[in-house]
Antibody
Framework: QVQLQESGPGLVKPSGTLSLICTVS?????????WGWIRQPPGGGLEWIGY???????YCKPSLKSRVTMSVDTSKNQFSLKLSSVTALDTAVYYC????????????WGQGSLVTVSS | QSALTQPPSVSGSPGQSVTISCTGT?????????VSWYQQPPGTAPKLMIY???YRPSGVPDRFSGSKSGNTASLTISGLQAEDEADYYC??????????FGGGTKLTVL
């Protein structure tokens, strides 16, 4: 069974950098899938952030691209997200998910990690 | 990259059918058969219900079906059950190699 688990600080100061890691089990991150990040502000809808392939290729939402860095650690079967210059508007539950075969749908999701931006 | 348009809410009685629409543009829903639907009960992670417009993952009841016409995709739930009450989101691949979600629809089972 494929499982994903987000980890990282739950509180980030304004203008700081949000950092999250997603640990994958039950599947190799080097298989033919992309690995994505989606967020959901409190009481709001889902917002696609981006996804990454194990080679390091990435696609990202244009409005976030200047602040987003995604990377993969194949030795640990993990991928990560960094979002810089955060504001209160970046407060959200952040999900990592598997984008099966690069077909743009997400079949396995992590449980989500709430990140609050506040001083 | 604008969000896909969904009705904020729909409702139905047990046993009835409901349909949730998801309207995009020729740059996403209208061109690509890469529309997916997710179910999200309160406090839980989204669950994939439909992919590729009309395909159901293993384990999803056949009461859930998807379709598309032009720039609008639809999710139909027949034989409504109390457990279907949740938020539903559509998503589509776009011409810029990105993914866009709908704003979400809250389904209430009366």
């Amino acid at each position: 069974q494929v499982q994903l688990q987000e980890s990282g600080p739950g509180l980030v100061k304004p203008s700081g950098t949000l950092s999250l890691i997603c640990t994958v089990s039950g599947d190799s991150i080097t298989n033919s899938n992309w690995w994505g990040w989606i967020r959901q502000p409190p009481g709001g809808g889902l917002e696609w952030i981006g996804y990454i392939y194990h080679t390091g290729s990435t696609y990202c939402k244009p409005s976030l691209k200047s602040r987003v860095t995604m990377s993969v650690d194949t030795s640990k079967n993990q991928f990560s997200l960094k979002l810089s210059s955060v504001t209160a508007l970046d407060t959200a539950v952040y999900y990592c998910a598997r984008n099966y075969g690069g077909n743009s749908y997400f079949d396995y999701w992590g449980q989500g990690s709430l990140v609050t931006v506040s001083s | 990259q604008s969000a896909l348009t969904q009705p904020p809410s729909v409702s139905g009685s047990p046993g009835q059918s409901v349909t949730i629409s998801c309207t995009g543009t020729s740059g996403d829903v209208g061109t690509y058969n890469r529309v997916s639907w997710y179910q999200q009960p309160p406090g839980t992670a989204p669950k994939l219900m439909i992919y590729g417009v009309s395909y159901r993952p293993s384990g999803v009841p056949d009461r859930f079906s998807g379709s598309k016409s032009g720039n609008t995709a639809s999710l139909t739930i027949s034989g409504l059950q109390a457990e279907d009450e949740a938020d539903y989101y559509c998503a589509s691949y776009t011409s810029t190699n990105t993914v866009v979600f709908g704003g979400g629809t809250k389904l209430t089972v009366l």
